[in-house]
């Protein structure tokens, strides 16, 4: 199939790379600021020009036709490019918005007590930062830059690793007082909390320590990073929790080592974008100061 010879309209264009883009009608009207009946409308009116199918429309989701991801592979860098080039022709002077994709945890313990720092050198950008997902080795393709997990650098993106997770066991002071020294020193018959994603943790803690296998009088699972230190944080169990995210928990002592061993696993935070932003001058400038602060953190 070829697309040669054909005037389509760059509205109806730019509509199907949103809606491509985010695999929804409805976000893309959100987006567009229209309907998602008008969305439908410009999406089927582009299939009629084009004489065949893009999407495959299912109860919760779209997928590509074979056409449709051919078209999105080759128009939605040229959008983004037209995007750029007319926003850098606007005469007056207007806002820039960034919007970031960081996991939780280093969102409150990292990144967003530093902030201030890139915001007061940086007024004339706004920053969206997100912090509702939690997964690993998922880039957040509706924002421009992400801080996230992973276990090697994501193909077919840019990216900077900033530094290694590193888990310690770590409890409260009042949990310590409650158990014998020799039951703190080997972590036999205490109660472990686990974060769900990393459910061999401790396991793999043990091992690397030379310990024997955790044999834990019971166990609190949970599935946020947040969670598994607040409750470490109530005395409710010894978790392995990632440094240097949590040191201010421990220079606060509502946290405290019980053993200096760290597991070093293989994902590491990583900043992250597309190659078609590499010339965005907010992100350039994102990416200096996160490179500054946060590589090789300790």
């Keep these: 199939m070829s697309f040669a010879g054909k005037r389509l309209s760059l509205r109806s264009l730019r509509t199907f790379c949103v809606a491509a883009r985010h695999r929804s009608f409805r976000v893309a009207a959100e987006e567009l600021f229209v309907s998602a009946s008008a969305i439908s409308h410009q999406i089927k009116g582009l299939e009629r020009e084009l004489q065949t199918s893009l999407f495959l429309r299912k109860a919760q989701s779209l997928e590509f036709t074979d056409a449709g991801a051919l078209l999105y592979a080759e128009l939605d860098p040229l959008i983004r490019q037209i995007d750029a080039v007319t926003q850098r022709l606007v005469s007056r002077p207007t806002?820039?918005?960034?919007?970031?994709?960081?996991?939780?945890?280093?969102?409150?313990?990292?990144?967003?007590?530093?902030?201030?720092?890139?915001?007061?050198?940086?007024?004339?950008?706004?920053?969206?930062?997100?912090?509702?997902?939690?997964?690993?080795?998922?880039?957040?393709?509706?924002?421009?830059?992400?801080?996230?997990?992973?276990?090697?650098?994501?193909?077919?993106?840019?990216?900077?690793?900033?530094?290694?997770?590193?888990?310690?066991?770590?409890?409260?002071?009042?949990?310590?007082d409650r158990w014998r020294p020799a039951a703190l020193r080997d972590l036999q018959g205490l109660p472990l909390i686990v974060h769900a994603t990393r459910a061999n943790a401790w396991k793999e803690w043990a091992e690397s320590a030379q310990y024997g296998p955790p044999r834990p009088s019971s166990v609190l699972k949970l599935n946020s990073m947040i969670a598994v230190a607040r409750a470490a944080e109530r005395g409710l169990g010894a978790a392995l929790v990632p440094v240097p995210l949590a040191n201010a928990w421990f220079e606060s002592g509502s946290l405290v080592r019980l053993v200096d061993h760290e597991l070093v696993v293989r994902d590491g935070y990583y900043f992250v974008y597309r190659k078609e932003d590499e010339g965005r001058d907010d992100i350039r400038c994102l990416r200096e100061w996160i490179l500054q602060t946060f590589v090789d953190a300790r």
Excluded: W
């Excluded at 997100?130 to 993106?157: C, Q, W």
């Design 95 to 176: 806002r820039r918005s960034l919007r970031i994709s960081v996991q939780p945890f280093f969102a409150s313990e990292m990144f967003v007590p530093r902030l201030p720092e890139f915001t007061k050198e940086h007024s004339e950008i706004d920053i969206h930062v997100d912090t509702s997902n939690e997964a690993f080795e998922k880039y957040a393709a509706d924002f421009d830059v992400s801080i996230r997990l992973f276990g090697s650098a994501p193909a077919n993106l840019l990216s900077d690793r900033l530094f290694s997770l590193r888990l310690v066991p770590a409890a409260s002071p009042e949990f310590c």
